[in-house]
């Protein structure tokens, strides 16, 4: 006997059988496969689609075992869970007959009785935990790890997996080999596919670089890569991976090539920003990509030089500094001191050769700390060379010309370099006319900073791609230069610049409106617009002039009143982009730019943290997925 379903009909018991598969799809080999409706999986590592009619998954171990032979399942155990207790049922047997008779009377005259729950199979074994579920925990632990840099031995941590087990008791966490060779590997793969959809959708970008060698004394280059989108700023690592040949600018710029090749982005680099090293430098000039020195590292050059003057008197407070680390008893009774004196408890800084900051820090952290820094020495270490009532002073006025330096580095961008450079110049000029107020280092350390800017910021002005940002800035514009001949010479190749912008999906518009307009003429031909039709056809036609686009763009933008400096240009740019859309195309290619290196620079920092002592066997490929993960996890 058969029967006549309908379509819908059909379509109902279709939705049952997909229903009734998908309730069976409770084994581990799910883990790793996506079900596709009605009868297929695809494997989420190598995306291959495979056959599961009649609901098995057969062709999936199959496929697992010849392919993937390394992959490993997590068998998924069920942990006993304590039975109820359940009464014992002789106890109603042997009570008295009396009792049961007036109970039973009771129960009848007053409710029905209520029938006791039978016990089922969930009691005794807890239901495994599904597979899906499974996987999306693995994510997020995954995730957990490369975001907190966590070692993968936290997975064999006691009170790790106590915890995890008190959270649910059904999730089997997975081995490290597992973790390490499939599940950190898979969100790899899934984030790097993110970041190329964004890397291919931009038009201008710029890359910074940077090297570092790891405690384990491996050398890694890392590459980070910063462009426009939907008017904002968004910055992205490309690449941190173990560089072991010699560091020379050949090398160097065929390791460079090689990423933008990977990243199809070698044509629309439009600067790379590196610090003043002479083997980066050349390699970038290798590559044909403009070059953008870093401002924090020629920064850093120039307050050092300065530094140098005052060099006795660094010393001094770093043996102070050393010391009351090294102490117990010192520190302790710094802290004490600190309290009598109401001063917050606040530990001395210590310096680090390669930041100039951290020296103005030190000296800053222990002037706060004067007079309990000076008892504690009396009281603990009298024979420690102390500072004078000269030196003090010393220090105080190298923090007042240093102060303003530090206020740079943390607002550092494209489009005010120019702005920021010329401030500094002004403030040393400043405090070399007002010398006679000065000790005689400190005097040198004005001369020799106020010679330093001199000599790498006397053309600041004419380069072309910190000068174009600045005049692009809706917040400084021509107030970005001191002379009017750089501004106008910024601005005039701004038109040049704008006329040669194309825009395709405007151009397509064009031709159909024109077009449009050329049918419609042809249907209403009158005698009296002939002659009219004629004469201006030609004017109508190359209406669209680029150069003068371009000119009246750039005049109206010079027009526009200034924006206040603490607001957004990217946001004025949105606002504009209508009005001024040559203008704007070409300021993707220029506000994109970064004015240092500190991107790559705080890469090396997570870097060195997951290459730490717990660490320290971690493949150079392992340490590239996680900072890659650990960079663009946001995106």
């Given at each position: ?12 018991v ?6 009734s598969?998908e ?13 596709i ?45 304590p ?35 039978q ?5 005794f ?12 925990m ?6 957990m790890?490369?975001l ?13 997996r ?12 997975p081995?490290r080999?597992?973790?390490?060779n499939?599940?950190i ?19 201008a970008?710029c ?13 890694f ?7 426009i ?22 090398n ?18 439009v ?16 590559t ?8 924090a590292?020629?920064l850093n ?5 300065g530094?140098?003057?005052?060099k006795?008197?660094?010393d001094k407070?770093?043996?102070?500094v050393?010391?009351?680390h ?16 109401g ?27 004067r ?7 009396a009281l ?5 060379a102390?500072?004078?009532p000269?030196e003090?002073e ?19 961008s ?10 500094l ?5 400043s405090?070399?006319?007002?010398a ?5 280092p ?7 900073i ?9 053309k ?6 910190l000068?174009?940002?600045a005049?692009l ?16 010479n910024?601005?005039h190749?701004?038109c040049?610049s704008a ?17 449009e307009a050329?049918?419609?003429s042809?249907?209403q031909?009158?005698a ?10 030609g004017?109508?036609t ?11 763009e750039?005049?109206?933008f ?8 603490s607001?957004?240009?990217l ?8 009005v001024?859309?040559r ?14 290196s500190?991107?790559?620079?705080r890469?090396?920092?997570k ?29």
């Amino acid at each position: 006997m058969f029967l006549n379903l309908t379509g819908e009909s059909r379509g109902i018991v279709t939705s049952l059988t997909l229903l009734s598969l998908e309730s069976r799809r409770r084994s581990v080999i799910w883990t790793l496969f996506e079900f596709i409706p009605p009868a297929a999986a695809s494997c989420t590592i190598c995306k291959a689609k495979l056959s599961t009619k009649g609901g098995s998954t057969a062709n999936l171990h199959r496929h697992l075992k010849s392919k993937h032979p390394t992959v490993q399942l997590e068998q998924v155990r069920q942990e006993p869970q304590p039975a109820p207790t359940v009464e014992d049922s002789s106890s109603t047997s042997t009570a008295p007959a009396s009792t049961r008779t007036a109970v039973s009377t009771q129960g009848a005259t007053d409710r029905p009785r209520a029938r006791r729950a039978q016990a089922t199979l969930t009691h005794f074994v807890s239901r495994p935990i599904d597979p899906m579920r499974q996987r999306a925990m693995d994510e997020v632990l995954a995730k957990m790890i490369a975001l907190d840099l966590q070692p993968f031995s936290i997975v064999e941590d006691k009170g790790f997996r106590q915890y995890t087990k008190e959270l649910n008791p059904n999730y089997v966490l997975p081995s490290r080999k597992t973790l390490s060779n499939s599940i950190i590997p898979e969100l790899y793969r899934r984030t790097h596919e993110k970041v190329q959809e964004r890397v291919d959708k931009a038009e201008a970008v710029c890359l910074t670089t940077d090297c570092w060698t790891s405690r384990t004394t491996t050398s890694f280059m890392s590459v980070t890569y910063h462009f426009i989108s939907d008017f904002k700023n968004v910055s992205v690592l490309l690449d941190c991976f173990e560089m072991s040949d010699r560091h020379t600018a050949d090398n160097l710029a065929e390791q460079l090539l090689r990423v933008a090749r990977e990243w199809n982005i070698v044509h629309k680099v439009v600067a790379c920003v590196s610090d003043n090293a002479a083997n980066v430098v050349k390699a970038i000039q290798n590559t044909g990509w403009p070059h953008l020195f870093c401002f924090a590292h020629t920064l850093n050059l120039i307050v050092h030089s300065g530094i140098a003057a005052i060099k006795p008197t660094v010393d001094k407070v770093k043996a102070i500094v050393e010391y009351m680390h090294k102490s117990t008893v010192a520190s302790e009774k710094l802290k004490a001191t600190q309290n009598q004196l109401g001063l917050p408890e606040l530990r001395l800084k210590q310096d680090f050769p390669t930041r100039w900051n951290s020296t103005y820090y030190m000296l800053e952290r222990i002037l706060q700390n004067r007079e309990a820094v000076i008892t504690t020495l009396a009281l603990t270490n009298p024979r420690l060379a102390t500072l004078s009532p000269e030196e003090w002073e010393e220090m105080q006025q190298a923090c007042n010309v240093l102060k303003p330096f530090e206020e740079v580095t943390v607002e550092i961008s494209a489009s005010k370099v120019i702005l920021l450079a010329r401030g500094l110049q002004k403030i040393a000029s400043s405090h070399q006319r007002a010398a006679g107020n000065l000790s005689e280092p400190v005097r040198k350390l004005v001369d020799n900073i106020c010679s330093q800017m001199s000599h790498q910021f006397h053309k600041i002005e004419s380069h072309v791609l910190l000068s174009e940002a600045a005049a692009l800035d809706p917040r400084f514009k021509k107030k970005a230069f001191r002379q009017d001949e750089a501004a106008d010479n910024v601005f005039h190749r701004l038109c040049n610049s704008a006329a040669r912008m194309t825009f395709p999906n405007q151009q397509a518009e064009g031709e159909e409106e024109g077009a449009e307009a050329q049918e419609g003429s042809s249907t209403q031909e009158s005698a009296v617009w002939k002659e009219f039709d004629e004469q201006v056809f030609g004017l109508v036609t190359s209406s669209c002039n680029p150069t003068a686009d371009s000119v009246l763009e750039v005049r109206g933008f010079i027009e526009e009143p200034l924006v206040p400096r603490s607001s957004n240009p990217l946001t004025w740019w949105q606002s504009r982009r209508v009005v001024y859309p040559r203008l704007c195309e070409f300021m993707n290619r220029r506000l994109c730019i970064v004015a240092t290196s500190v991107p790559s620079e705080r890469v090396f920092s997570k870097t060195g943290q997951i290459v730490s002592e717990r660490r320290s066997r971690l493949s150079s490929s392992k340490v590239h997925q996680l900072v890659f993960i650990n960079a663009n996890l946001h995106m």
